[in-house]
T-cell receptor, first 118, second 112 residues
């Protein structure tokens, strides 16, 4: 079954304690990205990756890191979490922009990770 | 940068038709997508338009006018299960970057 898997689904942590949210996809997609979703603000892109070892900042990258050592995995790292990073996080993957028309716009999302930083 | 505008809330009656509009400003535009998200769930892909015109998928249709930077999602024969948030998203590229940027979403409430 084609899917994007995020872990953990729920996480409560304390300010300053490093954490990693994992994301894995089994569709051989080139493009992967992380979004955070906050009430009234929609989905905002944090970081994205166009392929292995190629990452770039999205609209709200401050306080986050990512890596793309393998095509299937795209972990999100919070080196020193703060309460303003409390949010619902989604990982997504899609074919590259150069794929047949429409496929880039068709993103598959993970189940989400609800993070609370106290 | 990119910006997308869509209504924050829409209410419609079961069995009726509803249209959710989306206007956008972006450079390097490739296409407009629509996603559905139920409370507590993940966004799921509904449709994509790269060219002007209407795309139909069952009860859902999506329209794009590139010259007007405008699109809409049309939901027909509304059902209670269509109550959800709907997001438009633009695919764009520029200066070697490729992004899928989402609007803030429209909360659709279907009432009996």
């Amino acid at each position: 079954e084609a899917q994007v898997t995020q872990n953990p689904r729920y996480l409560i942590t304390v300010t300053g304690k490093k954490l990693t949210v994992t994301c894995s996809q089994n569709m051989n997609h080139e493009y992967m990205s992380w979004y955070r979703q906050d009430p009234g603000l929609g989905l905002r892109q944090i970081y994205y990756s166009m392929n292995v070892e190629v990452t770039d900042k999205g609209d709200v990258p401050e306080g986050y890191k990512v890596s793309r050592k393998e095509k299937r995995n795209f972990p999100l790292i919070l080196e020193s979490p703060s309460p303003n990073q409390t949010s619902l996080y989604f990982c997504a993957s899609s074919l590259s922009l150069l794929a047949p028309t429409g496929r880039f716009g068709e993103a598959f999302f993970g189940q989400g990770t609800r993070l609370t930083v106290v | 940068g990119q910006s997308l505008e869509q209504p924050s809330e829409v209410t419609a009656v079961e069995g009726a038709i509803v249209q959710i509009n989306c206007t956008y400003q972006t450079s390097g535009f490739y296409g407009l997508s629509w996603y559905q998200q139920h409370d507590g769930g993940a966004p799921t892909f509904l449709s994509y338009n790269a060219l002007d015109g209407l795309e139909e998928t069952g009860r859902f249709s999506s329209f794009l006018s590139r010259s007007d930077s405008y699109g809409y999602l049309l939901l027909q024969e509304l059902q209670m299960k269509d109550s959800a948030s709907y997001f438009c998203a633009v695919s764009n590229s520029g200066a070697g970057s490729y992004q899928l940027t989402f609007g803030k979403g429209t909360k659709l409430s279907v009432i009996p």
